[in-house]
């Protein structure tokens, strides 16, 4: 385990630097909790290799550990250049098209013919991660005329971003059809869709995973921004995506729309991580900048469920060290008097469920009695949202009955998740304080003569029917 525990969840991106089973148990014992693979890169086998790693050395620190499939999504990008690349200059006239010829600095073929039955006038486009804007200037069946606003380098299928308009594509491609199939049949716990921009495209996805992982939106579109709230409600959990969102909007707006996207995500109850370019200098150094430290701060004090590393961990010279200097951010925000002044005044107001009260009381309940901790039992994951939801200060022990369910909470705010023993549905409240007890034990956080608030939905096996709390004083 780390030195701190933190509350708030760190997810690390596993790739060359980071595969082997010695660095994912250092990067596990430095504080990450939750792994993901980018199926942007990497075969199906070299994934399959880090999966069995990851559950190996989970199993040997005796701990839940999630892993998280992030799907590729649909790339848009331009063909190839005669001589690889050409320099575009502020002014000249450049045409895209369906042409599958080289390209030149007067034209280079667009292979998506969507793009041009959705252009219109004005409209812009950007390219390589927003370095070069082009605006249309002309609309034909097979291409579009534009001027260069931005110039620059463009070389072999870099990227298109067209942040002006929806794009009637499907949210996912035939090779993300491919690795679905695959992520699902090894057992990974997320699945996060890519350049989602309608809640469609998450009930699409829906629709092929079912119940047999968590599905995680990657918020990377400017579409999605108006139709915010309904992709989180139809989601899991939810990603800002920093990069492509960056490209597709101005600078100015990123920062307010995270504080926006993790406020939403807060009040739904819904997990909410804050990704992309958050400790980017540890790729090549071995310490972050001040500002990206201050970003990670940041993103704590909004109270967001997780943090993330991309290329610092995947590729990085010093992948353990920025999971442990994440971590020591984390934990200092986390232990200053300010943070907690922050969680208390920032909660959702409640709605009016008994499942929504049971978790609020059991917050003001453990605040007042100085509990050691609360234990939230649940069958698929409701009721420790609804607990982590409050943001309070006893740490929150996550009784899942399933493995699965357990490695699904370890991307939830201040949770410590465990599985329980086999709890009938008939279960009674007395089975459910003994086992509480067991857990508590087993936590780290708590000692004899302690008190823990426990919650619990009885009978077992009903999702969302939270309406047991119970205040159990650890025998002596």
């Known amino acids: 385990m780390s030195e701190t525990v933190c509350r708030t969840k760190i997810v690390a991106t596993l790739g060359p630097a980071s595969s082997d089973i010695v660095t994912i148990k250092a990067l596990l014992e430095a504080g990450a909790d939750v792994f993901r693979f980018n199926f942007s890169h990497g075969s199906h086998e070299e994934h399959a290799r880090r999966f069995h790693n990851v559950r190996e050395a989970a199993l040997a620190l005796g701990r839940p550990v999630g892993i998280m499939a992030d799907l590729q999504g649909p790339k848009l990008r ?25 390209g030149d600095a007067s034209r280079v073929c667009l292979p998506h013919a969507v793009i041009m039955k959705a252009a219109r006038l004005g409209m812009k486009l950007l390219l390589d991660d927003g370095r070069l804007t082009l605006q249309v200037m002309d609309v034909g069946g097979h291409f579009l005329q534009t001027q260069v606003i931005v110039g620059g380098v463009l ?21 993300d059809r491919e690795d679905l199939r695959f992520a699902l049949g090894l057992g990974m716990d997320f699945v996060a869709l890519s350049f989602v921009q309608r809640p469609e495209d998450v009930e699409e996805l829906r629709g092929l995973v079912g119940d047999q992982a968590w599905i995680v939106s990657k918020i990377e579109k400017p579409q ?37 996207m993790v406020r939403l ?10 990704a992309t370019q958050m400790l980017e200098s540890m790729v090549s150094a071995p310490v972050p900048t001040r500002a990206e430290a201050s970003d990670v701060a940041t993103a704590v004090f909004e109270g967001v469920d997780a943090v993330m590393l991309s290329a610092e961990t995947a590729a990085g010279q010093y992948p353990v060290q920025a999971v442990t200097i994440m971590n020591r951010i984390a934990a200092q925000v ?24 049971i978790a609020e009381a059991a917050s003001h309940v453990a605040a007042s009695i100085g509990a050691a901790a609360i234990v939230a039992f649940t069958s698929s994951g409701p009721t420790v949202l609804r607990v982590a939801r409050e943001r309070p200060f006893a ?18 705010w201040g949770v410590q998740p465990f599985t329980g023993g086999y709890m009938p549905e008939e279960t ?11 857990i508590s034990g087993q936590s780290g956080y708590v000692t004899r003569k302690d008190h823990v608030v426990v919650v619990a939905g009885l009978p077992f096996g009903i999702s969302g029917s939270t309406n047991t709390l119970r205040v159990v004083e650890i025998p002596g």
């Open 334 to 357: 986390e232990a200053d008097t300010g943070w907690g002044a922050l969680m208390a005044a920032s909660r959702p107001k409640v709605e009016a469920h008994v499942e929504d009260a």
């Open 155 to 175: 070389s072999d299928h870099k990227g298109v971003n067209v942040p002006d308009v929806i794009l009637p594509i499907p949210a996912l491609t035939d090779k």
């Open 78 to 102: 331009v063909g190839r250049f005669s001589e690889g690349k050409v320099l575009l200059k502020a002014g000249q006239q450049f045409r895209l098209d369906l042409d599958d010829a080289s």
């Open 265 to 274: 995500c807060r009040k739904l109850g819904k997990p909410v991580i804050v």
């Open 428 to 438: 009674s409240t007395e089975r459910v304080v003994q086992e509480a007890i067991v």
């Open 224 to 260: 999605a921004l108006e139709c915010l709230e309904e992709i989180i409600r139809v989601s899991d959990a939810v990603m800002v995506a920093r990069g492509d969102l960056g490209v597709e909007l101005p600078p100015e707006r990123v920062p307010l729309e995270q504080k926006r």
């Open 395 to 412: 740490p929150v022990l996550g009784v899942a009955l399933s493995d699965e369910t357990a490695r699904r909470l370890t991307l939830v």
